[in-house]
């Protein structure tokens, strides 16, 4: 019965795929509670932004050794640690009471992300021939999907009328049910080759990405200049990419010798992996790109709940979750090249879309057109992307392939939250400070210059953009008349709404225009050859 079980590569891939689920469904419902979060925790943009980059720096940082652990002590057990960690942090980040402690226990349930992740592609390539791929990671996509829809809808339901700590606590069935399918019905599968880690990799990798998110979350607070004695922001940024260049050298000395990399140089040899690496950061980059900024401005200027705003995403998910399967047998029979092209054209006007629509009234129907093109692009991208990039890649690679091309994913969704969350912070204290001068002339001679002034100070104090907030600006002093109360109120609103209107226009502009480059750069996709393969690889052993 075990053996049974244990022989059939679908039913492994499903119960794989609930890991997927859990950690898709924390992001996307994490993207809905951000202002409840913010208002709650009384945090600032670039706090909500380390809770979530807190998560994507440790889990883009450890990809790759959580590959190697799982070539080492077999991905099936790894899996099982990763996904128990996952889950116990996920009740450590709904018991937080501070944007410090969430912080800390999502960096935590990043770590149980990373070691969970690349291991079903490191078990499902042994399992299924290369023609049969494309319908096998259609199973993800699925779920995929399922998550993106449950996320907002579940997340909004549980914010709008419990908190936003229910949308952790959520997570604690789902990991405990996923450990105990996985030890009844994964196959526990070994490469038979010995591997070690490269820990000064790790190290220098990780703190290389620390320092460059460091200066692109914090640059605003700092206006871009000191952080403290000779330490600048741009320093700090210039002293990641210098680190990165060590990483880079020190993992090229590796190559041979018989000392095994993080990140082995063979892999690149195959055109198609080297360029699916750069598609897969381009997408995360333009999924966050448009939900942070998206989902805040659904909230906080136009006044919707957190279920209202999650409804708002769900017919993006559901044509995603149909029409992937499709488009995943469809990769089987004509190759990924024009789908993938496709999906990230269609995903970018999708987004490019949204953001011309919206205004500080518009109807939520209004993006709908947008939301489903968005719907249809991102269908075409996972499943084609995914067999291209590994149709080619030798098994014993196989876990540091996988690891590879999710650490490049996760670090584009990192610096695509760094670098739209940068300009949005920036554009947003630049347009504060316009409208504020623009419209105090509405207010009483003697509120102006206090008015103009308390939203001119917004940026260096960390800007408050929850759902109850108004850019942490314009504040009427003690003893100011009600009736005046009440108008500098009207006006600091209507400042707010329209200068983050146009905050958010900027910064996702730059999303946008990354997936139109991506889409462009698959021409140079190589096709290949239908060939029958062997069911399983050789050297894929069941422990």
């Known amino acids: 019965m075990s053996a049974g079980r244990r022989g059939n590569p679908f039913a492994a891939l499903t119960v794989l795929s609930l890991g997927l689920f859990m950690t898709l469904l924390d992001v996307t419902i994490v993207n809905v509670a951000i202002p409840q979060l913010l208002d709650s925790l009384g945090a600032s943009i670039d706090e909500a932004l380390w809770v979530i980059n807190a998560y994507t720096l440790v889990l883009g940082v450890l990809l790759i050794t959580a590959g190697r652990l799982g070539d080492i002590f077999g991905p099936r057990n790894v899996y099982l640690v990763g996904t128990a960690l996952f889950t116990l ?106 591997h070690r880690l490269d820990l000064s990799g790790v190290a220098v990798a990780t703190l290389s990405l620390t320092l460059v998110l460091f200066g692109l979350i914090e640059g605003q607070r700092y206006d871009w200049g000191q952080v403290s004695g000779f330490v600048s922001i741009p320093l700090l940024i210039a002293a990641g990419v210098v680190l990165f260049g060590v990483f880079l050298w020190m993992q090229k000395r590796r190559q041979t010798g018989g000392r095994e990399p993080l990140v082995p140089f063979a892999l690149f040899r195959d055109r198609n992996y080297s360029l699916m690496l750069g ?81 500080v009234d518009t109807s939520r129907w209004a993006f709908l057109p947008g939301v489903i093109l968005s719907g249809f692009g991102l269908a075409g991208i996972f499943v084609p992307m995914i067999t291209v990039a590994m149709g080619e890649v030798p098994p014993p690679l196989a876990g540091a392939a996988s690891g590879l091309i999710n650490t490049t994913r996760q670090v584009g969704g990192a610096l695509g939250f760094a670098i739209v969350g940068a300009i949005l912070q920036n554009r947003l204290a630049v347009s504060l400070r316009d409208e504020a001068a623009a419209r105090a002339g509405a207010l009483p001679a003697q509120a102006r210059s ?94």
Not at 151 to 166: D, E, F, K, S
């Open 89 to 194: 942090s996920s009740a450590a980040c709904g018991l937080a009471n501070s944007p410090g402690a969430l912080i800390a226990a999502r960096a935590v349930q990043g770590a149980g992300a990373a070691l969970l992740t690349p291991q079903p592609l490191a078990i499902v390539l042994p399992l299924f021939p290369p023609e049969r791929r494309g319908s096998a990671f259609a199973i993800n996509g699925v779920v995929a999907g399922v998550a993106a829809v449950l996320g907002p809808t579940v997340g909004g339901l549980i914010v709008t009328h419990w908190n936003w700590r229910g949308i952790f606590f959520v997570n604690l069935p789902v990991g405990v049910l996923s450990m105990v399918l996985t030890l009844w019905i994964v196959p526990d599968l070994r490469s038979g080759r010995g």
């Open 279 to 359: 598609v897969g950061a381009a997408m995360q980059l333009g999924l966050s790109g448009l939900f942070l900024p998206f989902t805040i401005y659904l909230q906080s200027v136009l006044g919707l709940t957190a279920l209202q705003a999650g409804l708002v995403y769900v017919p993006s998910s559901i044509i995603s979750m149909v029409m992937t399967p499709i488009l995943g047998r469809l990769t089987d029979r004509i190759g990924g090249k024009y789908i993938l092209m496709s999906g990230l054209a269609l995903f970018g006007l999708g987004t490019a879309m949204q953001a011309i629509v919206a205004g």
């Open 450 to 543: 206090g008015f103009i002034q308390g939203f001119s100070n917004a940026g260096s104090s960390g800007l408050e953009v929850g759902a109850g907030q108004t850019g942490g600006g314009a504040k009427p002093p003690p003893g100011t008349p009600l009736a005046v109360a009440h108008q500098i109120a009207a006006v600091a609103r209507a400042v707010f709404d329209h200068a983050f209107v146009s905050a958010m226009k900027w910064s996702m502009i730059v999303p946008a225009l990354v997936l139109f480059a991506a889409s462009a750069s698959c021409v140079a996709i190589r096709q290949r050859r239908r060939t029958q393969q062997p069911e399983a690889a050789p050297g894929a052993v069941v422990a």
